[in-house]
Structures are given as structure tokens and as C-alpha cells.
């Protein structure tokens, strides 16, 4: 490892990017769920599975039992909610033959303050628990718009052993406790963005590019928002 690859990694989790960790936390944002073999009855294609602590499991319209699906994990904004991140994507979870998993927040948006350790990160590893056991899983992306982005990379980075993605939506910060893996990142912002400034993406990709990480940096002419050309490139690199 050169000197300034060390010096870079210093810097991940750092004020500018970060806010501070809570005192005691001994988990590191480290996820305990695993892929494994379906243990509850198949779900009929093109279902929407309630979940245990407000999750929701969106099952698509080409579902086959025996072949597993990859699966997106789909972290709402502030005051979202997994019903309606669910619906939003299940149109492309249609088109690409995938699971889409939306947990919701502890509170009204992510534990920003505490993540990735947090009972945000525990709500998120039951309701991956909780997909196992309705559905095979080939792979998975940890993604998320706006504080959703922030916290999906954060756990995400802490996560790489089972999130081989982790797309983030117009992010605004991320901190790390732990690193694992070496999952690729896609971020994406809109330069006119009035929610999230443009400058912290740009801040966000290119730290994580020069710790070595397969970053895609996607600016659009946008705000706070996910255009479709956006969404399309994000399942595009996820898929291929």
C-alpha cells in the first residue's frame, strides 16, 4: 500500500465527511444475515410481502422458485416509507428480474449520528433475514436516495463481503467503523441540487476512489432527485 493510499484511508470517516460515533458501539455496523436456502412456502409472483419492523419485500412478475434472483435492498429517504419505495421500483424489478427489499427507519429517517452501528442496521439485517427465508438470492446491492444514500454507504462499506454494490442516490455524507470487502460503488447527484450540495458527491467519490475502491461517479444537470437515465445506469452496473 503506497503512502498516500495510507493516507487516504485516514481520511475515510473523516469530519468533513462523517458525523460523529456513538459511544459504546461494539457491532461496527457488521451484518449477520446470510443467503440461504428458502424456508417458508414460495410467493406468488408479483407480491408485495409485508415484513417484520415495516419492511417490505416486492416479489416480480418473472419469479421462479427454483432459479435464485439477485436482490436490491432500497433504503427510502427522510420521511419515506417501504411500501412506496417498494412500489417505485417494482417496475424495474419487473424488467430485470430481481427482489427488492425496502426496510424502513427506526425513526422518521436513518441514524445519520450513529451509523453504521445503529438500531437502523439492525432493523435492515432482520428484514434481510426475513427475505431469506421467503426467496433464493443470487446477489445483492445496498442502495439508497438521500439520507438512505448516506446510510447505504456507510453500511455498505462496512458490508462488502455480502453487498458486492452499493448505490448511492445523492448522498450527503458517510462514516466507516469497519471495512470489508471491496464492494464497487455507484453515486450519483444532480449539480443543481438545493437538498444535497453537488460538492459533497464530489467530495464522497473521489475519497473512495483514491482508497482504491471501483467507484462510478454519474453528475447530472438535476437536483435531488433519480432520473430514469440515472436508475437505468445504476441496475446496468448492478446486472451485468
Same mark, same amino acid.
Given at each position: 500500500?503506497?503512502?498516500?493510499?495510507?493516507?487516504?484511508?485516514?481520511?475515510?470517516?473523516?469530519?468533513?465527511?462523517?458525523?460523529?460515533?456513538?459511544?459504546?458501539?461494539?457491532?461496527?455496523?457488521?451484518?449477520?444475515?446470510?443467503?440461504?436456502?428458502?424456508?417458508?412456502?414460495?410467493?406468488?409472483?408479483?407480491?408485495?410481502?409485508?415484513?417484520?419492523?415495516?419492511?417490505?419485500?416486492?416479489?416480480?412478475?418473472?419469479?421462479?422458485?427454483?432459479?435464485?434472483?439477485?436482490? =436490491? &435492498?432500497?433504503?427510502?429517504?427522510? *420521511?419515506?416509507?417501504?411500501?412506496?419505495? %417498494?412500489?417505485? #421500483?417494482?417496475?424495474? @424489478?419487473? /424488467?430485470?428480474?430481481?427482489f427488492v427489499l425496502a426496510p424502513k427507519s427506526h425513526n422518521a429517517t436513518w441514524d445519520l449520528h450513529h451509523m453504521p452501528e445503529s438500531e437502523d442496521a439492525d432493523t435492515i439485517?432482520?428484514?434481510?433475514?426475513?427475505?431469506?427465508?421467503?426467496?433464493?438470492?443470487?446477489?445483492?446491492?445496498?442502495?439508497?436516495?438521500?439520507?438512505?444514500?448516506?446510510?447505504?454507504?456507510?453500511?455498505? =462499506? &462496512?458490508?462488502?463481503?455480502?453487498? *458486492?454494490?452499493?448505490?448511492?442516490?445523492? %448522498?450527503?455524507? #458517510?462514516?466507516?467503523? @469497519?471495512? /470489508?470487502?471491496?464492494?464497487?460503488?455507484?453515486?450519483?447527484?444532480?449539480?443543481?441540487?438545493?437538498?444535497?450540495?453537488?460538492?459533497?458527491?464530489?467530495?464522497?467519490?473521489?475519497?473512495?476512489?483514491?482508497?482504491?475502491?471501483?467507484?462510478?461517479?454519474?453528475?447530472?444537470?438535476?437536483?435531488?432527485?433519480?432520473?430514469?437515465?440515472?436508475?437505468?445506469?445504476?441496475?446496468?452496473?448492478?446486472?451485468?
Amino acid at each position: 500500500m503506497t503512502q498516500t493510499r495510507r493516507a487516504v484511508l485516514g481520511l475515510i470517516g473523516a469530519a468533513s465527511l462523517c458525523l460523529p460515533a456513538r459511544a459504546g458501539a461494539a457491532k461496527d455496523g457488521r451484518l449477520v444475515s446470510r443467503p440461504s436456502p428458502p424456508t417458508l412456502p414460495a410467493p406468488s409472483p408479483g407480491t408485495f410481502i409485508p415484513l417484520r419492523g415495516g419492511a417490505m419485500l416486492y416479489v416480480p412478475k418473472t419469479f421462479a422458485p427454483e432459479s435464485p434472483m439477485p436482490l =436490491l &435492498a432500497m433504503l427510502h429517504g427522510a *420521511g419515506g416509507d417501504a411500501l412506496s419505495t %417498494a412500489r417505485d #421500483f417494482a417496475p424495474a @424489478a419487473d /424488467a430485470r428480474g430481481m427482489f427488492v427489499l425496502a426496510p424502513k427507519s427506526h425513526n422518521a429517517t436513518w441514524d445519520l449520528h450513529h451509523m453504521p452501528e445503529s438500531e437502523d442496521a439492525d432493523t435492515i439485517d432482520d428484514a434481510l433475514d426475513q427475505a431469506f427465508a421467503h426467496v433464493a438470492v443470487a446477489r445483492l446491492a445496498l442502495a439508497g436516495i438521500s439520507d438512505g444514500a448516506s446510510f447505504a454507504l456507510s453500511l455498505g =462499506l &462496512a458490508n462488502g463481503d455480502l453487498f *458486492g454494490d452499493v448505490i448511492a442516490f445523492s %448522498a450527503g455524507l #458517510f462514516r466507516i467503523r @469497519a471495512r /470489508a470487502g471491496s464492494p464497487r460503488i455507484f453515486i450519483s447527484h444532480g449539480r443543481n441540487d438545493r437538498v444535497l450540495p453537488f460538492s459533497g458527491a464530489e467530495r464522497i467519490a473521489a475519497t473512495l476512489s483514491a482508497a482504491g475502491y471501483d467507484v462510478a461517479f454519474h453528475p447530472f444537470d438535476g437536483g435531488h432527485e433519480v432520473p430514469p437515465d440515472v436508475l437505468n445506469a445504476a441496475l446496468d452496473r448492478f446486472l451485468q
